[in-house]
């Protein structure tokens, strides 16, 4: 079936732009979260949803980082007034049961702020 | 914040040979596992071995546990062009859905 994708691939901001990451889950999959990988870097924690509930957003950098997951499935990240330090790498993942630690990736949404 | 750290940072090698690399990490946890990321894409998981486990296999790929080091190490074996890629390791911790927390990785490039 179908994994993880998220859109778009690229993006690029003008500095004080914002900007909406979007990611699709596995179909049926229960947990979804987001992660930040800066380069060279490993996958940093942003937040995490259970169906529509976040139920964790302790790793998002500021208050102009948003997330949201109305209705359970596809969940949008939203950056507001973008900042050159928020070139990143915004990984999706996803489970299909909240007691598993094997997450399922996304390829990714490469952002450059310039 | 990072938990793991992976030694070594970059590694070369022959096809052919085993690659071995090391994770440390700094709380207690509930289980470890490997991811590999190829240039460009995603994360894919390659292996879990829980707190209770000392040793686990899969393939070419043999993981080993020390709960009292708080290390792991990757062992690849026969490796091939193909495992040419950044590899992390990850803990979870003990809540169920917590999120995963990784290490900055290792580059392990296998030249043909």
């Not at chain 1, 109305?70 to 969940?75: D, L, R």
């Not at chain 2, 030694?7 to 070369?12: E, F, G, R, T």
């Not at chain 2, 090391?22 to 990321?37: A, E, H």
């Not at chain 2, 070419?60 to 040419?84: E, G, H, P, Q």
Request: hydrophobic letters at 30%; one cysteine or more; glycine letters at 8%.
């Amino acid at each position: 079936g179908a994994g993880v994708s998220q859109s778009p691939r690229y993006k690029v901001a003008k500095r004080g732009q914002d900007v909406a990451l979007r990611c699709d889950p596995i179909s049926g999959h229960v947990s979804l979260f987001w992660y930040q990988q800066a380069l060279g870097q490993g996958p940093e924690f942003l937040t995490y949803f259970q169906n529509e509930a976040q139920l964790d957003k302790s790793g998002l950098p500021s208050d102009r980082f948003f997330a949201e997951r109305p209705e359970g499935s596809v969940s949008t990240l939203k950056i507001q007034r973008t900042q050159q330090e928020d070139s990143a790498v915004y990984l999706c993942a996803s489970t299909n049961d909240p007691n598993s630690y094997e997450q399922y990736f996304g390829p990714g949404t490469r952002l450059t702020v310039t | 914040s990072q938990q793991g750290e992976e030694d070594p940072q970059a590694l070369s090698i022959q096809e052919g040979e085993n690659a071995t690399m090391n994770c440390s990490y700094k709380t207690s946890i509930n289980n470890l596992q490997w991811y590999r990321q190829n240039s460009g894409r995603g994360l894919v998981h390659l292996i879990l071995i829980r707190s209770n486990e000392r040793e686990k296999h899969s393939g070419r790929l043999r993981v080993t546990l020390d709960t009292s080091k708080k290390s792991s190490s990757l062992l690849i074996t026969a490796s091939r062009a193909a495992d040419t890629a950044s590899y992390f390791c990850a803990t979870g911790l003990n809540q169920a859905g917590t999120a995963l927390i990784f290490g900055k990785g290792t580059t392990l490039s296998v030249s043909s």
